[in-house]
Protein backbone atom coordinates (compact mmCIF):
# COMPACT_ATOMS: atom_id res chain seq x y z
CA UNK A 1 0.00 0.00 0.00
CA UNK A 2 1.36 3.49 -0.93
CA UNK A 3 1.60 5.89 1.77
CA UNK A 4 0.51 9.39 1.33
CA UNK A 5 3.13 11.80 1.39
CA UNK A 6 0.61 14.82 2.37
CA UNK A 7 -1.89 14.28 4.49
CA UNK A 8 -4.49 16.86 6.46
CA UNK A 9 -3.50 16.10 10.03
CA UNK A 10 -6.21 17.15 12.69
CA UNK A 11 -5.51 19.46 15.40
CA UNK A 12 -6.34 19.06 19.18
CA UNK A 13 -8.28 21.40 20.85
CA UNK A 14 -8.28 22.89 24.80
CA UNK A 15 -9.93 20.36 26.52
CA UNK A 16 -10.12 20.39 30.22
CA UNK A 17 -12.11 17.56 30.24
CA UNK A 18 -11.04 14.16 31.98
CA UNK A 19 -13.35 12.24 29.25
CA UNK A 20 -12.05 10.38 26.57
CA UNK A 21 -14.35 11.60 23.44
CA UNK A 22 -15.16 10.84 19.65
CA UNK A 23 -13.36 13.14 17.66
CA UNK A 24 -13.91 14.13 14.53
CA UNK A 25 -10.57 13.94 12.85
CA UNK A 26 -8.93 12.74 9.13
CA UNK A 27 -6.21 10.21 8.68
CA UNK A 28 -3.96 11.43 10.62
CA UNK A 29 -3.67 13.01 14.34
CA UNK A 30 -0.57 14.27 16.42
CA UNK A 31 1.93 11.42 17.50
CA UNK A 32 1.05 11.01 21.77
CA UNK A 33 3.93 12.39 23.72
CA UNK A 34 4.97 8.91 24.42
CA UNK A 35 5.18 8.22 20.60
CA UNK A 36 7.11 11.15 19.49
CA UNK A 37 10.04 10.42 21.95
CA UNK A 38 10.25 7.24 20.49
CA UNK A 39 9.88 8.33 17.06
CA UNK A 40 12.48 10.95 18.03
CA UNK A 41 15.04 9.37 19.59
CA UNK A 42 14.56 5.65 18.60
CA UNK A 43 12.37 5.34 15.21
CA UNK A 44 15.48 3.38 13.71
CA UNK A 45 17.02 1.97 16.85
CA UNK A 46 15.51 -2.30 17.19
CA UNK A 47 15.56 -3.56 20.63
CA UNK A 48 13.60 -6.73 21.55
CA UNK A 49 11.15 -5.23 23.77
CA UNK A 50 9.69 -3.18 21.22
CA UNK A 51 8.42 -5.77 19.53
CA UNK A 52 5.64 -7.66 21.88
CA UNK A 53 4.81 -11.55 20.83
CA UNK A 54 1.54 -12.92 21.68
CA UNK A 55 1.55 -16.57 21.29
CA UNK A 56 -1.78 -18.98 21.32
CA UNK A 57 -1.84 -23.01 20.80
CA UNK A 58 -4.16 -23.87 18.76
CA UNK A 59 -5.86 -27.82 19.01
CA UNK A 60 -8.09 -29.39 17.10
CA UNK A 61 -9.66 -28.54 13.81
CA UNK A 62 -8.65 -24.80 12.80
CA UNK A 63 -9.87 -23.21 9.55
CA UNK A 64 -7.30 -21.18 8.95
CA UNK A 65 -8.73 -19.41 6.09
CA UNK A 66 -11.46 -18.13 8.87
CA UNK A 67 -8.35 -17.29 11.43
CA UNK A 68 -7.39 -15.24 8.34
CA UNK A 69 -10.41 -13.28 8.22
CA UNK A 70 -10.45 -13.02 11.30
CA UNK A 71 -7.76 -11.23 12.26
CA UNK A 72 -8.31 -8.88 9.06
CA UNK A 73 -11.69 -7.90 10.99
CA UNK A 74 -9.63 -7.46 14.17
CA UNK A 75 -7.08 -5.00 12.62
CA UNK A 76 -10.42 -3.74 11.06
CA UNK A 77 -11.39 -3.02 14.67
CA UNK A 78 -8.67 -1.88 16.29
CA UNK A 79 -7.81 1.24 14.26
CA UNK A 80 -4.16 1.47 16.16
CA UNK A 81 -3.10 -1.95 14.53
CA UNK A 82 -3.92 0.00 11.07
CA UNK A 83 -1.50 3.07 12.17
CA UNK A 84 2.26 3.82 10.57
CA UNK A 85 3.98 6.97 11.40
CA UNK A 86 5.63 8.32 8.57
CA UNK A 87 9.33 9.95 8.37
CA UNK A 88 9.49 13.99 9.19
CA UNK A 89 12.34 16.26 8.38
CA UNK A 90 13.72 16.88 11.74
CA UNK A 91 15.40 20.13 10.69
CA UNK A 92 11.76 21.65 9.82
CA UNK A 93 8.82 22.53 11.75
CA UNK A 94 7.26 18.79 10.95
CA UNK A 95 5.23 16.87 14.14
CA UNK A 96 5.17 13.72 14.12
CA UNK A 97 1.93 12.37 13.54
CA UNK A 98 0.36 8.72 13.55
CA UNK A 99 -1.55 7.96 9.99
CA UNK A 100 -4.45 5.58 9.85
CA UNK A 101 -4.48 3.34 6.87
CA UNK A 102 -7.53 1.60 5.71
CA UNK A 103 -8.23 -1.95 6.18
CA UNK A 104 -6.49 -4.27 3.93
CA UNK A 105 -6.80 -8.01 3.27
CA UNK A 106 -3.37 -9.38 3.90
CA UNK A 107 -2.63 -13.00 3.94
CA UNK A 108 -1.72 -15.24 6.91
CA UNK A 109 1.80 -16.65 6.23
CA UNK A 110 2.46 -20.09 7.65
CA UNK A 111 5.68 -21.65 8.96
CA UNK A 112 6.25 -25.50 9.50
CA UNK A 113 9.81 -27.80 10.32
CA UNK A 114 8.09 -30.68 8.61
CA UNK A 115 11.66 -32.50 8.57
CA UNK A 116 12.10 -32.07 12.32
CA UNK A 117 10.93 -34.88 14.44
CA UNK A 118 7.61 -35.09 16.04
CA UNK A 119 8.92 -34.80 19.68
CA UNK A 120 11.09 -31.55 18.72
CA UNK A 121 8.46 -30.02 16.36
CA UNK A 122 6.92 -27.77 18.59
CA UNK A 123 10.23 -26.05 19.90
CA UNK A 124 11.15 -25.78 16.13
CA UNK A 125 8.61 -23.53 15.45
CA UNK A 126 8.28 -21.82 18.25
CA UNK A 127 11.72 -20.76 17.07
CA UNK A 128 10.27 -20.01 13.98
CA UNK A 129 8.07 -18.16 15.09
CA UNK A 130 10.40 -16.10 17.70
CA UNK A 131 12.80 -15.14 14.87
CA UNK A 132 9.50 -14.26 12.35
CA UNK A 133 8.49 -11.77 15.69
CA UNK A 134 12.21 -10.58 16.03
CA UNK A 135 12.22 -8.69 12.81
CA UNK A 136 12.31 -5.15 13.47
CA UNK A 137 8.97 -3.05 12.33
CA UNK A 138 8.97 -0.17 9.94
CA UNK A 139 7.31 2.32 11.56
CA UNK A 140 7.15 4.37 8.44
CA UNK A 141 5.66 1.88 5.82
CA UNK A 142 3.68 -0.81 8.16
CA UNK A 143 2.22 -3.16 9.07
CA UNK A 144 2.88 -2.73 12.79
CA UNK A 145 0.67 -5.58 13.58
CA UNK A 146 2.32 -9.24 11.92
CA UNK A 147 0.36 -12.27 12.51
CA UNK A 148 1.99 -15.58 11.78
CA UNK A 149 0.74 -19.33 12.04
CA UNK A 150 2.74 -21.81 13.27
CA UNK A 151 2.16 -25.49 11.79
CA UNK A 152 2.91 -28.05 14.04
CA UNK A 153 0.85 -30.64 13.06
CA UNK A 154 -2.42 -31.24 11.46
CA UNK A 155 -4.33 -30.71 14.50
CA UNK A 156 -1.80 -28.17 16.18
CA UNK A 157 -1.30 -24.49 15.16
CA UNK A 158 0.72 -22.20 17.60
CA UNK A 159 -0.60 -18.48 16.13
CA UNK A 160 2.00 -15.63 17.23
CA UNK A 161 0.61 -12.26 17.15
CA UNK A 162 3.81 -9.38 17.23
CA UNK A 163 2.77 -5.63 17.46
CA UNK A 164 5.31 -2.91 18.18
CA UNK A 165 5.53 -1.52 21.47
CA UNK A 166 4.42 1.92 19.84
CA UNK A 167 0.70 0.91 19.11
CA UNK A 168 0.63 -1.70 22.30
CA UNK A 169 0.67 -1.72 25.87
CA UNK A 170 0.47 -5.02 28.48
CA UNK A 171 -3.39 -4.38 28.58
CA UNK A 172 -3.88 -4.12 25.16
CA UNK A 173 -2.69 -7.88 24.81
CA UNK A 174 -5.88 -9.56 26.63
CA UNK A 175 -7.78 -7.15 24.69
CA UNK A 176 -6.32 -8.46 21.35
CA UNK A 177 -6.70 -12.06 22.17
CA UNK A 178 -10.36 -12.32 23.48
CA UNK A 179 -11.51 -9.96 20.81
CA UNK A 180 -9.82 -12.01 18.06
CA UNK A 181 -11.30 -15.51 19.61
CA UNK A 182 -15.43 -13.85 19.60
CA UNK A 183 -14.82 -13.05 16.13
CA UNK A 184 -13.45 -16.50 15.01
CA UNK A 185 -16.55 -18.27 17.10
CA UNK A 186 -19.03 -15.44 15.86
CA UNK A 187 -17.95 -16.52 11.84
CA UNK A 188 -18.04 -19.87 12.44
CA UNK A 189 -21.50 -19.48 13.66
CA UNK A 190 -21.11 -20.20 17.91
CA UNK A 191 -23.73 -18.90 19.99
CA UNK A 192 -21.51 -16.45 21.54
CA UNK A 193 -21.79 -12.53 22.80
CA UNK A 194 -21.33 -10.32 20.22
CA UNK A 195 -18.62 -7.29 20.41
CA UNK A 196 -19.83 -4.21 21.54
CA UNK A 197 -18.88 -1.15 20.02
CA UNK A 198 -15.72 0.91 20.82
CA UNK A 199 -16.63 4.10 22.48
CA UNK A 200 -13.59 5.60 20.95
CA UNK A 201 -10.47 4.47 19.69
CA UNK A 202 -6.60 4.94 19.94
CA UNK A 203 -6.32 8.30 17.73
CA UNK A 204 -9.41 9.80 19.96
CA UNK A 205 -7.23 9.51 22.89
CA UNK A 206 -4.22 10.73 21.43
CA UNK A 207 -5.91 13.77 20.78
CA UNK A 208 -7.57 14.09 23.81
CA UNK A 209 -4.01 13.99 25.43
CA UNK A 210 -2.63 16.88 23.92
CA UNK A 211 -5.99 19.10 24.30
CA UNK A 212 -5.73 17.88 27.65
CA UNK A 213 -2.26 18.42 29.15
CA UNK A 214 -1.37 21.99 28.91
CA UNK A 215 -2.10 25.07 30.53
CA UNK A 216 -3.05 24.92 34.20
CA UNK A 217 -3.96 20.88 33.90
CA UNK A 218 0.10 20.21 32.88
CA UNK A 219 1.27 22.56 35.80
CA UNK A 220 -1.24 20.85 38.03
CA UNK A 221 0.32 17.31 36.98
CA UNK A 222 3.91 18.40 36.70
CA UNK A 223 3.95 19.70 40.07
CA UNK A 224 3.27 16.91 41.62
CA UNK A 225 6.59 15.37 40.11
CA UNK A 226 8.57 17.95 40.50
CA UNK A 227 8.30 17.83 44.27
CA UNK A 228 8.31 13.96 44.58
CA UNK A 229 11.30 13.91 41.91
CA UNK A 230 13.43 16.76 43.61
CA UNK A 231 16.75 15.67 44.09
CA UNK A 232 16.41 12.55 41.83
CA UNK A 233 16.03 11.96 38.47
CA UNK A 234 13.22 10.51 36.88
CA UNK A 235 14.77 7.48 36.09
CA UNK A 236 16.74 6.64 39.34
CA UNK A 237 19.71 4.95 39.83
CA UNK A 238 19.15 1.80 42.22
CA UNK A 239 22.30 2.24 43.94
CA UNK A 240 22.63 -1.24 44.04
CA UNK A 241 25.69 -2.65 43.06
CA UNK A 242 27.11 -5.96 43.57
CA UNK A 243 31.26 -6.00 44.71
CA UNK A 244 31.82 -9.45 43.53
CA UNK A 245 30.15 -8.89 39.95
CA UNK A 246 31.54 -11.04 37.35
CA UNK A 247 33.51 -9.47 34.62
CA UNK A 248 34.08 -9.42 31.33
CA UNK A 249 30.29 -11.58 30.83
CA UNK A 250 28.00 -10.78 27.91
CA UNK A 251 25.21 -8.87 29.05
CA UNK A 252 22.08 -10.85 29.62
CA UNK A 253 19.83 -12.03 31.86
CA UNK A 254 19.08 -14.85 34.47
CA UNK A 255 16.09 -15.46 36.33
CA UNK A 256 15.91 -16.43 40.11
CA UNK A 257 12.32 -17.72 41.06
CA UNK A 258 11.71 -17.55 45.06
CA UNK A 259 8.34 -18.87 45.88
CA UNK A 260 7.15 -17.74 49.30
CA UNK A 261 4.94 -20.74 50.37
CA UNK A 262 1.32 -20.98 51.12
CA UNK A 263 1.59 -19.86 54.85
CA UNK A 264 3.01 -16.91 54.57
CA UNK A 265 1.28 -15.88 51.10
CA UNK A 266 -2.20 -16.11 53.35
CA UNK A 267 -0.20 -14.23 55.88
CA UNK A 268 0.43 -11.59 53.61
CA UNK A 269 -3.10 -11.25 51.98
CA UNK A 270 -4.42 -11.53 55.94
CA UNK A 271 -1.85 -8.27 56.54
CA UNK A 272 -3.05 -6.20 53.99
CA UNK A 273 -6.72 -6.52 54.32
CA UNK A 274 -5.97 -5.48 57.86
CA UNK A 275 -3.80 -2.68 56.88
CA UNK A 276 -6.64 -1.76 53.70
CA UNK A 277 -3.83 -1.72 50.97
CA UNK A 278 -3.06 -5.00 48.65
CA UNK A 279 -0.59 -7.83 48.89
CA UNK A 280 1.75 -5.81 45.94
CA UNK A 281 2.25 -3.09 48.71
CA UNK A 282 3.13 -5.40 51.11
CA UNK A 283 5.12 -6.54 48.86
CA UNK A 284 6.47 -3.31 47.33
CA UNK A 285 7.27 -2.48 51.42
CA UNK A 286 9.55 -5.97 51.67
CA UNK A 287 11.33 -5.00 48.85
CA UNK A 288 12.12 -1.37 49.57
CA UNK A 289 13.79 -3.13 53.23
CA UNK A 290 15.94 -5.37 51.31
CA UNK A 291 17.37 -2.53 48.76
CA UNK A 292 17.98 -0.50 51.70
CA UNK A 293 19.89 -3.35 53.68
CA UNK A 294 21.75 -3.53 50.37
CA UNK A 295 22.40 0.46 49.84
CA UNK A 296 23.38 0.67 53.27
CA UNK A 297 26.25 -0.98 52.63
CA UNK A 298 27.59 0.58 49.80
CA UNK A 299 26.36 4.34 49.79
CA UNK A 300 25.77 4.49 53.93
CA UNK A 301 22.65 5.08 56.44
CA UNK A 302 21.70 9.01 54.97
CA UNK A 303 21.35 7.93 52.10
CA UNK A 304 19.88 3.77 52.08
CA UNK A 305 16.64 5.13 53.28
CA UNK A 306 15.78 7.31 50.09
CA UNK A 307 14.18 4.27 47.73
CA UNK A 308 13.11 4.93 44.46
CA UNK A 309 11.85 1.97 41.77
CA UNK A 310 11.11 2.28 38.38
CA UNK A 311 7.82 0.66 37.49
CA UNK A 312 4.48 1.18 34.69
CA UNK A 313 1.10 2.34 35.26
CA UNK A 314 -1.62 0.91 33.00
CA UNK A 315 -2.89 4.72 32.69
CA UNK A 316 -6.80 3.65 32.18
CA UNK A 317 -8.02 6.25 34.21
CA UNK A 318 -11.63 6.35 31.85
CA UNK A 319 -13.54 3.67 31.20
CA UNK A 320 -14.27 4.35 27.69
CA UNK A 321 -10.36 3.06 27.10
CA UNK A 322 -11.01 -0.05 28.76
CA UNK A 323 -11.57 -1.91 25.37
CA UNK A 324 -9.56 -0.12 23.19
CA UNK A 325 -6.27 -1.43 21.83
CA UNK A 326 -3.02 1.14 22.33
CA UNK A 327 -0.12 2.16 24.00
CA UNK A 328 -1.70 3.96 27.17
CA UNK A 329 0.22 3.39 29.68
CA UNK A 330 3.28 4.94 31.37
CA UNK A 331 6.53 4.41 33.23
CA UNK A 332 6.25 6.13 36.08
CA UNK A 333 9.14 6.71 39.27
CA UNK A 334 7.94 5.06 43.00
CA UNK A 335 10.00 7.06 45.28
CA UNK A 336 9.62 6.35 48.91
CA UNK A 337 11.66 7.98 52.10
CA UNK A 338 11.95 6.54 55.17
CA UNK A 339 14.88 4.98 58.12
CA UNK A 340 16.10 2.40 59.73
CA UNK A 341 13.73 3.59 62.80
CA UNK A 342 10.69 3.22 60.37
CA UNK A 343 8.53 0.53 61.43
CA UNK A 344 7.48 -2.62 58.66
CA UNK A 345 3.61 -1.35 59.02
CA UNK A 346 4.47 2.51 58.45
CA UNK A 347 6.52 1.55 55.78
CA UNK A 348 4.00 -0.64 53.81
CA UNK A 349 1.69 2.70 54.73
CA UNK A 350 4.45 4.99 53.02
CA UNK A 351 4.74 3.18 50.21
CA UNK A 352 1.06 2.96 49.84
CA UNK A 353 0.61 6.45 49.63
CA UNK A 354 3.44 6.39 47.37
CA UNK A 355 1.50 3.91 44.56
CA UNK A 356 -1.48 6.26 45.34
CA UNK A 357 -0.73 9.81 44.74
CA UNK A 358 1.61 7.93 41.55
CA UNK A 359 -1.70 6.67 40.23
CA UNK A 360 -3.34 10.02 41.36
CA UNK A 361 -1.05 11.50 38.66
CA UNK A 362 -0.48 8.92 36.10
CA UNK A 363 -2.56 10.93 33.58
CA UNK A 364 0.93 12.94 32.70
CA UNK A 365 3.34 10.56 30.43
CA UNK A 366 6.19 10.55 31.60
CA UNK A 367 7.58 11.33 28.22
CA UNK A 368 6.73 14.59 29.16
CA UNK A 369 7.63 14.45 33.07
CA UNK A 370 11.20 13.56 31.52
CA UNK A 371 11.34 16.41 28.69
CA UNK A 372 10.42 18.99 31.49
CA UNK A 373 11.94 17.76 34.52
CA UNK A 374 15.27 16.08 32.91
CA UNK A 375 15.67 16.87 29.22
CA UNK A 376 19.05 15.00 29.57
CA UNK A 377 16.70 11.65 30.01
CA UNK A 378 14.58 12.49 27.53
CA UNK A 379 14.08 9.74 24.91
CA UNK A 380 17.55 7.29 26.66
CA UNK A 381 15.16 4.56 27.10
CA UNK A 382 14.77 4.15 23.47
CA UNK A 383 18.47 4.84 22.52
CA UNK A 384 20.95 2.54 21.70
CA UNK A 385 21.60 0.40 24.49
CA UNK A 386 24.35 1.76 27.68
CA UNK A 387 22.58 4.91 27.83
CA UNK A 388 19.95 4.38 30.84
CA UNK A 389 21.00 4.30 34.63
CA UNK A 390 21.01 0.91 36.13
CA UNK A 391 17.64 1.33 37.90
CA UNK A 392 14.80 -1.24 39.30
CA UNK A 393 11.91 -2.22 37.49
CA UNK A 394 9.37 -3.08 40.04
CA UNK A 395 5.97 -4.61 38.58
CA UNK A 396 3.88 -3.19 41.41
CA UNK A 397 0.13 -5.12 40.05
CA UNK A 398 0.98 -8.71 40.87
CA UNK A 399 1.28 -10.42 37.90
CA UNK A 400 -1.61 -13.31 37.58
CA UNK A 401 -0.37 -16.67 36.25
CA UNK A 402 -3.65 -17.79 36.69
CA UNK A 403 -5.86 -15.90 34.46
CA UNK A 404 -9.70 -16.73 33.20
CA UNK A 405 -9.85 -19.18 30.79
CA UNK A 406 -9.94 -18.24 27.27
CA UNK A 407 -13.03 -18.14 24.59
CA UNK A 408 -13.08 -22.13 23.63
CA UNK A 409 -14.21 -21.73 19.68
CA UNK A 410 -16.12 -25.17 18.91
CA UNK A 411 -13.38 -27.49 17.62
CA UNK A 412 -10.71 -26.05 19.27
CA UNK A 413 -8.44 -26.42 22.78
CA UNK A 414 -7.15 -22.94 22.49
CA UNK A 415 -4.20 -21.92 25.50
CA UNK A 416 -1.74 -19.00 25.68
CA UNK A 417 1.78 -20.38 25.09
CA UNK A 418 4.99 -17.70 25.33
CA UNK A 419 6.61 -17.34 21.98
CA UNK A 420 10.74 -17.49 23.19
CA UNK A 421 11.39 -13.85 22.67
CA UNK A 422 14.91 -12.85 23.76
CA UNK A 423 14.97 -10.49 26.72
CA UNK A 424 16.71 -6.86 26.85
CA UNK A 425 18.95 -6.35 29.81
CA UNK A 426 17.90 -2.56 30.30
CA UNK A 427 18.06 -1.47 33.72
CA UNK A 428 20.00 -4.01 35.11
CA UNK A 429 17.30 -5.86 37.63
CA UNK A 430 13.53 -6.67 37.64
CA UNK A 431 11.27 -7.96 39.99
CA UNK A 432 8.05 -9.67 39.42
CA UNK A 433 5.52 -10.55 41.93
CA UNK A 434 3.16 -13.57 41.07
CA UNK A 435 0.23 -14.26 42.32
CA UNK A 436 -0.68 -18.53 42.24
CA UNK A 437 -2.81 -20.93 43.24
CA UNK A 438 0.12 -21.93 45.76
CA UNK A 439 0.73 -18.46 46.80
CA UNK A 440 2.72 -15.52 46.29
CA UNK A 441 6.09 -16.18 44.63
CA UNK A 442 9.05 -13.25 43.51
CA UNK A 443 11.22 -13.01 40.48
CA UNK A 444 14.31 -11.60 40.34
CA UNK A 445 15.48 -11.03 36.54
CA UNK A 446 19.01 -9.70 36.88
CA UNK A 447 21.73 -8.54 34.12
CA UNK A 448 24.64 -11.58 34.71
CA UNK A 449 27.43 -9.12 33.80
CA UNK A 450 26.20 -6.50 36.53
CA UNK A 451 25.38 -8.71 39.66
CA UNK A 452 26.18 -12.16 40.16
CA UNK A 453 24.42 -15.26 41.76
CA UNK A 454 25.60 -15.22 45.12
CA UNK A 455 24.44 -11.53 45.33
CA UNK A 456 21.80 -11.89 43.64
CA UNK A 457 19.91 -15.32 45.46
CA UNK A 458 20.69 -13.12 48.90
CA UNK A 459 18.95 -9.79 46.81
CA UNK A 460 15.51 -12.50 46.89
CA UNK A 461 16.11 -14.23 49.85
CA UNK A 462 15.90 -10.45 51.76
CA UNK A 463 13.29 -9.75 50.20
CA UNK A 464 11.28 -13.11 51.73
CA UNK A 465 12.53 -12.36 54.97
CA UNK A 466 11.93 -8.41 55.31
CA UNK A 467 7.95 -10.07 54.03
CA UNK A 468 8.28 -12.45 56.34
CA UNK A 469 9.37 -10.71 59.84
CA UNK A 470 7.22 -7.57 58.88
CA UNK A 471 4.34 -9.29 58.68
CA UNK A 472 4.74 -10.67 62.11
CA UNK A 473 6.49 -7.81 63.56
CA UNK A 474 4.79 -5.09 61.78
CA UNK A 475 5.84 -2.57 64.38
CA UNK A 476 9.07 -3.28 64.74
CA UNK A 477 11.74 -1.12 63.21
CA UNK A 478 12.87 -2.47 59.88
CA UNK A 479 16.98 -1.61 61.23
CA UNK A 480 15.88 -4.59 64.19
CA UNK A 481 13.69 -7.17 62.05
CA UNK A 482 15.67 -10.69 61.32
CA UNK A 483 17.34 -10.52 57.77
Known sequence: MTIPTTVHVTRPTPNTSTEVRPAARGAAVPATHTQQERLIWGRHVHQVNNNIALGLRLEGRLDVALLERSLHLLAERHETLRTVFPEVDEESSEEHVMLLLPPQPRAL???????????TRLPRVLALLAEHANQPFDLAAGPLFRPVLGRVGEHLHVLSMTTDHIVFDAWSARIMINDLLTIYASEQGDDVPALAALPVQFPDFALWQHGHLNGVQLER???YWRKQLDGITPIPAS???????????????????????AELSTAVEEFAVRERVTSAVVLAAALKAAMWRLRLETVGEDAAGDVATFGSLANRTRPETDAMVGYVATPATFRTRFTGATPFRELVRLEAQTLFNAMRHQRIPFSLISRELAP?????????????PIYLNFDMDMVEDEREPLLQPTGLDVQPIGIPMPEVPRGGLRVIGYRRRDGIAVELRYRHDLYGHDWSTRFVRLIHAFLQHGVDAPDTPIEELPA
Open 109 to 119: PVLEAPDEPEE
Open 221 to 223: QLG
Open 239 to 261: GLADPDAPTGAEPGVTKLLEPIG
Open 376 to 388: EQYGVRFREPGSV
